[in-house]
């Protein structure tokens, strides 16, 4: 068994953000195909077949998450020691790898396979699904900030995560409940705790979410004069227009552009705003530029 062709995949990282160069499978001559396992896959296990030029190679030509290289790899003394016994069985680390039976799918005639690509689709796909049900690796992905008790506006905020759990297809009550918690910021973990000895988990997400804009309603004024009154001071000017239309948003969602345009420019010094045609401003993105 002079050679054997191995695939070579990128996939993600325990992290779900970055990436890591993966050995999935080997085939033999015979076309018989062995599946790495998946806590084994990462190359950097594989020490002597990263010191190959074919590996440099591969790393070259693999860019995206999910694409896939098959080559062959002539079996020197040192990989044949690492990837095959004394009897011919493929192996890798402490084990036998084992062989993936091609299956026949059914269809009108019965007789089309299962391409290898597909089945390490499934393969992967599989993975994803699993880690889709960890709450924590799925938190990570929404694009929302945590929660303070400092927050403007919590109608909008629980609007906003109700979108992001949507996205995700996080539709239980119960899931909804336990996911809030990772938003929960200092303060806001001790309502978290108390809400779950007075409602349990087992609550309808409605009873939750009037609870929580209940309990984090702002009835004073200090936040909105703090909001509209906010000028620029020193520093970059588009970071000032970007902090304000920020603080006015959480104020208020509903605020119309051309109004969140000037209430923007209002802070903004004398000296700049001669220099902008207001008729010319029809959104922020314009004000931002000047």
Same mark, same amino acid.
């Given at each position: 068994?002079?050679?054997?062709? =191995?695939?070579?995949?990128?996939?993600?990282?325990?992290?779900?953000?970055?990436?890591?160069?993966?050995?999935?499978?080997?085939?033999?001559?015979?076309?018989?195909?062995?599946?790495?396992?998946?806590? &084994?896959?990462?190359?950097? !296990?594989?020490?002597?077949?990263?010191?190959?030029?074919?590996?440099?190679?591969? @790393? $070259?030509?693999?860019? @995206?998450?999910?694409?896939?290289?098959?080559?062959?790899?002539?079996?020197?003394?040192?990989?044949?020691?690492?990837?095959?016994?004394?009897? %011919?069985? #493929?192996?890798?680390?402490? /084990?036998? &790898?084992?062989?993936?039976?091609?299956?026949?799918?059914?269809?009108? !005639?019965?007789?089309?396979?299962?391409?290898?690509?597909? #089945?390490?689709?499934? =393969?992967?796909?599989?993975?994803? %699904?699993? *880690?889709? /049900?960890?709450?924590?690796?799925?938190?990570?992905?929404?694009?929302?900030?945590?929660?303070?008790?400092?927050?403007?506006?919590?109608?909008?905020?629980?609007?906003?995560?109700?979108?992001?759990? &949507?996205?995700?297809?996080?539709?239980?009550?119960?899931?909804?409940?336990?996911?809030?918690?990772? =938003?929960?910021?200092?303060?806001?973990?001790?309502?978290?705790?108390?809400?779950?000895?007075?409602?349990? #988990?087992?609550?309808?997400?409605?009873?939750?979410? $009037?609870? =929580?804009?209940?309990?984090?309603? $702002? /009835?004073?004024? $200090?936040?909105?004069?703090?909001?509209?009154?906010?000028?620029?001071?020193?520093?970059?000017?588009?970071?000032?227009?970007? @902090?304000?239309? *920020?603080?006015?948003?959480?104020?208020?969602?509903?605020?119309?552009?051309?109004?969140?345009?000037?209430?923007?420019?209002?802070?903004?010094?004398?000296?700049?705003?001669? @220099?902008?045609?207001? /008729?010319?401003?029809?959104?922020?993105?314009?004000?931002?530029?000047?």
């Amino acid at each position: 068994m002079d050679q054997l062709r =191995f695939e070579f995949a990128v996939l993600p990282a325990s992290d779900g953000k970055s990436n890591v160069y993966c050995a999935t499978s080997i085939t033999t001559r015979d076309e018989k195909v062995f599946a790495i396992p998946e806590e &084994l896959q990462s190359a950097s !296990l594989h020490k002597e077949l990263i010191k190959t030029a074919a590996y440099n190679k591969i @790393k $070259n030509s693999l860019k @995206k998450r999910h694409q896939t290289r098959k080559i062959w790899i002539t079996m020197t003394n040192e990989l044949s020691n690492v990837y095959i016994d004394e009897d %011919g069985n #493929l192996q890798f680390g402490d /084990q036998y &790898l084992e062989e993936i039976e091609q299956k026949q799918a059914s269809g009108n !005639l019965g007789k089309n396979t299962d391409s290898l690509e597909k #089945l390490f689709t499934k =393969f992967i796909e599989s993975s994803q %699904g699993l *880690k889709k /049900q960890n709450l924590k690796y799925i938190a990570e992905k929404f694009i929302i900030e945590r929660f303070t008790s400092k927050n403007t506006n919590p109608s909008q905020w629980i609007d906003v995560f109700e979108k992001e759990c &949507l996205r995700f297809d996080i539709t239980e009550d119960e899931k909804k409940i336990e996911i809030l918690r990772l =938003f929960m910021d200092k303060s806001c973990a001790d309502w978290y705790s108390s809400m779950i000895i007075k409602l349990t #988990l087992n609550s309808e997400w409605s009873i939750w979410k $009037n609870k =929580f804009c209940e309990s984090f309603a $702002n /009835q004073g004024w $200090n936040q909105v004069t703090y909001a509209l009154l906010f000028k620029y001071k020193d520093g970059s000017l588009v970071d000032y227009a970007i @902090k304000k239309e *920020k603080l006015l948003l959480d104020m208020r969602t509903s605020i119309d552009t051309g109004t969140l345009v000037d209430l923007i420019a209002a802070g903004l010094p004398g000296f700049v705003l001669e @220099k902008i045609n207001r /008729q010319s401003m029809e959104d922020t993105v314009d004000l931002f530029m000047k």
